[in-house]
């Protein structure tokens, strides 16, 4: 087996660990509010990852966390958690794996109006398309529109900022930092959320507790995952297999919650990921002709 094929491999395996995380979030939505949500999951999160970085020799604690660009990213991923976690409770989970497909496309398009990457006609006619597919699938003033769904777009433009932010991330952190950064500022972010808005505070049982442990496990073993996937091979292709998410979203969504996502929506998705593997292709062929 090729590099390129592991690393696709391990993306798949990181896509089926998000798509049944957030499932498991969403069940977990019908006892808890989404802020108690956040920050029993930020909680969770931050502990595992200071654990993990004791147990490799690495102290939890880094100067950098008070850097400016390390700040500004955590507000994106507590921005783009907080409304994404809150439109789970509320739609269908394959609505809101359908809308976060288009992370790549809005990533694409501000890597070249903040970070000055060069995109040409045919990316910014692909990025068009795709958000055309977008509002194919939320349908605004249609009859089946879903307002919630707005929340999961809030959210992923959110997350899509991240990943921006990301790009801009001072060398010396390491991915388990900025991940233990941005899960322990969910914590008084839900938290303060849950008291301003005056609501009840629950105690999870032994089984509660069970989810939300295996709910950190399950994403952590999907961020080892995806680190380790975008290491390995041509990353263009290695990265085209996060599509694979929306699968695994319709998969989980029908035996868990016995959801049938209707045509339009397939169809909305179907126009995203074609015009987001174009993206990726284009960009993979313009990198290899700068290198040659």
């Not at 992370?103 to 910014?124: D, H, K, Q, S, Y």
């Not at 849950?194 to 032994?206: A, K, S, Y």
Request: hydrophobic letters at 55%; aromatic letters at 8%; proline letters at 3%.
């Amino acid at each position: 087996m090729t590099d390129t094929m592991r690393g696709a491999a391990m993306m798949v395996g990181a896509m089926a660990c998000f798509a049944v995380e957030d499932a498991l979030i969403k069940g977990l939505s019908a006892t808890f509010s989404s802020a108690q949500i956040i920050w029993m999951l930020g909680l969770g999160g931050a502990m595992a990852f200071a654990i993990w970085l004791q147990a490799t020799g690495k102290r939890a604690w880094s100067p950098l966390y008070l850097h400016r660009r390390v700040l500004l990213r955590s507000g994106f991923e507590v921005f783009g958690t907080l409304f994404f976690v809150s439109s789970l409770a509320l739609i269908p989970l394959a609505l809101a794996s359908a809308v976060i497909q288009a992370t790549p496309l809005v990533v694409a398009m501000g890597a070249a109006l903040f970070l000055g990457a060069t995109v040409g006609w045919r990316r910014w006619l692909a990025i068009t398309v795709g958000f055309t597919g977008v509002l194919v699938i939320i349908r605004p003033g249609a009859a089946s529109f879903e307002p919630a769904t707005l929340l999961a777009l809030t959210g992923m433009l959110g997350l899509a900022a991240r990943d921006l932010a990301t790009r801009t991330m001072p060398r010396e952190i390491s991915g388990a930092r900025l991940s233990l950064h941005a899960f322990g500022a969910l914590v008084p972010t839900g938290l303060g959320l849950q008291i301003l808005l005056g609501l009840e505070f629950l105690r999870p049982d032994l089984a509660q507790l069970g989810i939300l442990a295996l709910c950190v496990g399950i994403g952590m073993l999907g961020y080892l995952a995806i680190v380790g996937a975008t290491r390995l091979g041509d990353i263009s292709v290695v990265s085209s297999f996060r599509y694979s998410r929306m699968l695994f979203a319709l998969i989980v969504g029908g035996i868990a919650f016995g959801e049938r996502p209707d045509l339009w929506t397939l169809v909305g998705v179907s126009i995203v990921i074609a015009t987001g593997l174009y993206t990726l292709i284009r960009e993979a062929r313009l990198r290899n002709a700068s290198q040659a």
